[in-house]
């Protein structure tokens, strides 16, 4: 990176960015951070049923967080929202960190069905249908939805001096919106040095144009943290 100094925008859900800001700020990090969420996580307000489930399957944790804990298996996607899912009373079982791999864990566990897969409105993967056609059967249940909120005033600022600009991005939806927001703003003149949790979220970005995109060595806010002081310290 280059020797000017760089910032960090962080684009989460407010309550996970404070979260990963706080973990930053452990790390040591001490250049500015800007929140700027660029999606708000709204409860669909839909009926969970889980009368006849044996267990759950979350690939989010804003899922865990809008829906009741039950004493009952909860596979998720990560080991962060595994922690949430435990502290909300969950059984949780944690894969390692996409769909891919959460239905590979699934699949060498072998429970006897019905699961119930709680997600959001927008959802990757098709992991209820790959699941039930392996004869696990799984129902799913939309539970929460991302509604979209334009970059703070705070945030386009940032973007539009000639500094470095560290963007993590942690799915490929977060990719997707940051994308186009930023295509709407025009020109934009900071150098964005891009971390992004996996392949398909750096597919997402489409022709962006960025400084550089770093992928993190593992699918989770650790590996995040890891890439982004990295950086900060190559500079």
């Not at 059967?137 to 939309?142: K, L």
């Amino acid at each position: 990176m280059p020797q000017t100094p760089a910032s960090i925008l962080l684009t989460r859900p407010l309550a996970d960015a404070e979260r990963f800001a706080a973990v930053l700020r452990a790390r040591g990090v001490v250049a500015p951070i800007e929140i700027s969420p660029i999606v708000e996580i709204v409860p669909t307000g839909a009926e969970v049923d889980l009368s006849d489930v044996t267990g759950v399957v979350f690939t989010s944790r804003n899922a865990v967080a809008v829906v009741d804990g039950k004493n009952l298996p909860a596979w998720c996607v990560g080991k962060a929202t595994a922690e949430i899912a435990a502290a909300r009373g969950w059984r949780a079982i944690a894969a390692e960190g996409d769909a891919d791999a959460l239905y590979a864990r699934i699949s060498a566990d072998a429970p006897k069905g019905p699961l119930l897969h709680l997600r959001g409105v927008l959802s990757r993967g098709d992991l209820a249908v790959r699941l039930t056609a392996l004869g696990i059967e799984t129902r799913e249940t939309a539970v929460y939805r991302q509604v979209p909120s334009e970059l703070s005033e705070a945030a386009k600022s940032r973007l539009m001096q000639e500094k470095p600009v560290l963007v993590p991005l942690f799915s490929p939806n977060a990719a997707e919106q940051f994308a186009h927001q930023l295509q709407g703003l025009g020109p934009i003149k900071a150098a964005l040095h891009v971390v992004a949790i996996s392949g398909a979220t750096q597919d997402a970005l489409g022709d962006l144009p960025c400084e550089q995109v770093v992928l993190a060595a593992k699918k989770e806010a650790g590996a995040m943290a890891d890439a982004i002081t990295r950086l900060l310290d190559a500079g």
